[in-house]
């Protein structure tokens, strides 16, 4: 789903319109947590992976038809070989991983079993819901263009992980839609207040880094080809409107 909002510069109908994707996501959650602690467990393996492998052909596919919008491809091939090495210096993937490891020690002590399986849940699933490339690329893409495509795509894999997770973990798992709204929608209207800013190539070389981002996740954590620090390369999201703004200089 993609709306042009640079053709409505109406800030309230900007940010209704950006913030549906972080909505909907909030909403797959919801159904499927509340499934999840329906079926306790019975829902089959075999068939979550294959949904799974389903999802990942299909971010594939969208990583790809987003990167070939692209109008000059030395532009994104900098920005990613940029923003890998930034990443790879501030080490943004293990940065991401020790934060959620912090958190679940820290929450994680004392308390009754049924305490320990609420936090537990939530913990869970909020890190797994908001700590993740996907969650920031899809909230900029957002704000910026209004594009929820990505969004939509990890809300659907949020709540077959929701089902999975509230089946064995309780309620606590649908609570996390608060951090889930709080993180992802406070980046789509942080993305949103610069979009004035932002040149449609800017975007559209923007874009078509996000894809090769989108095809490193689908490629790594949903069907589990080959391992890839995704999280590492987001700093290319920045360098690539730098580009663009830079290359404009000297036209």
Not at 133 to 148: C, K, Q, R, V, Y
């Amino acid at each position: 789903m993609r709306f042009n909002l640079l053709e409505n510069p109406n800030p309230l109908w900007l940010n209704q319109v950006s913030m549906l994707g972080t909505l909907l996501n909030i909403a797959t959650v919801i159904c499927g947590s509340l499934l999840g602690m329906l079926l306790a467990g019975r829902f089959p393996e075999r068939v979550r992976q294959t949904i799974i492998s389903g999802l990942g052909l299909f971010t594939l596919g969208l990583g790809v038809q987003m990167f070939l919008k692209t109008e000059n491809i030395l532009i994104v091939l900098g920005s990613l070989l940029v923003g890998a090495l930034l990443g790879e210096w501030w080490k943004i993937e293990e940065g991401l991983q020790s934060l959620g490891q912090l958190l679940e020690r820290k929450l994680m002590r004392g308390g009754s079993a049924d305490q320990l399986r609420f936090v537990r849940g939530f913990l869970t699933a909020s890190l797994l819901f908001c700590v993740g490339p996907m969650a920031i690329l899809g909230s900029i893409d957002a704000g910026l263009t209004g594009n929820i495509q990505i969004l939509a795509v990890k809300a659907t894999l949020d709540g077959f992980a929701s089902l999975a997770f509230a089946s064995s973990l309780g309620i606590g798992v649908m609570f996390s839609i608060l951090p889930l709204l709080v993180y992802q929608g406070g980046i789509t209207l942080l993305a949103g207040q610069v979009q004035a800013v932002v040149s449609p190539q800017m975007m559209t070389e923007m874009s078509a880094t996000g894809g090769l981002i989108l095809m490193a996740i689908a490629v790594s954590s949903l069907l589990e080809i080959k391992p890839i620090r995704a999280g590492n390369f987001l700093p290319a999201l920045v360098i690539a409107p730098g580009l663009v703004a830079i290359l404009a200089l000297f036209r």
